[in-house]
């Protein structure tokens, strides 16, 4: 079975950083791309980024490019977003997605929040 | 890269069928065959439900359907049921610049 788990989340100041970490299992981690996709409150699905699953190709929103990191630990199954210079329109509910195809989300985590406000 | 564009909200009666519109440009759907769509319960995961314009995931009802004309893409739920109330996200691939992009979301009622 499936499962994606988020964790790191939680309340920073504006400027701060934060780095979000997804437990992956249940399947052959490397031979599937994973992306992060938020939501803020009551707002819509946004994708904020993308990463291979070799690790060599990794994409961003125009949103967090420059500010946002992407990576994965194939030895630990874990995929990872570090975030920083962070401002009050990061905040939200980040989830973690498999990608089917690559660009397909076929499985979701449940969600992490991220808070951003002084 | 703007979202696309979709209505806020359709409703139906149980038993009918809706379509959920999906808009884009030629930079994004009406240049690629790679659209899917999302289903998400409040306070759930999202679901996907149609992937590469037309085709379900396995498990996923034959009551979904997908299609694309142009630069717009549709969703049509056929047989419409108490537990298709949601919301509903279309996404389509938009190049290597932009990749990804979301559609603003739809609220489904069953009336």
């Known amino acids: 079975e499936v499962q994606l788990l988020e964790s790191g989340g939680g309340l920073v100041q504006p400027g701060g950083s934060l780095r979000l970490s997804c437990a992956a299992s249940?399947?052959?981690?490397?031979?599937?791309?994973m992306s992060w996709v938020r939501q803020a409150p009551g707002k819509g699905l946004e994708w904020v980024s993308l990463?291979?699953?070799?690790?060599?190709?990794?994409y961003y929103a125009q949103s967090v490019k420059g500010r946002f990191t992407i990576s994965r630990d194939k030895a630990n199954n874990t995929l990872y977003l570090q975030m920083n210079s962070l401002r009050v329109e990061d905040t939200g509910v980040y989830y973690c997605?498999?990608?089917?195809?690559?660009?397909?989300?076929?499985?979701w985590g449940l969600g992490i929040l991220v808070s951003v406000s002084s | 890269q703007s979202a696309l564009t979709q209505p806020a909200s359709v409703s139906g009666s149980p038993g009918q069928s809706i379509t959920i519109s999906c808009t884009g440009s030629?930079?994004?759907?009406?240049?690629?065959?790679?659209v899917s769509w999302y289903q998400q319960h409040p306070d759930k995961a999202p679901k996907l439900i149609i992937y590469?314009?037309?085709k379900r995931p396995s498990g996923v009802s034959n009551r979904f359907s997908g299609s694309k004309s142009g630069n717009t893409a549709s969703l049509t739920l056929s047989g419409l049921q108490a537990e298709d109330e949601a919301d509903y996200y279309c996404?389509?691939?938009?190049?290597?610049?932009?990749?990804?992009?979301f559609g603003g979301g739809t609220k489904v009622t069953v009336l």
């Open positions: 990463i291979s699953g070799s690790g060599s190709d990794t």
């Open positions: 996404c389509s691939y938009a190049g290597p610049n932009a990749y990804l992009v």
């Open positions: 249940g399947f052959t981690f490397i031979n599937y791309a």
């Open positions: 997605a498999k990608g089917l195809h690559r660009i397909y989300f076929d499985y």
């Open positions: 030629s930079s994004d759907v009406g240049s690629y065959n790679l």
């Open positions: 590469e314009v037309t």
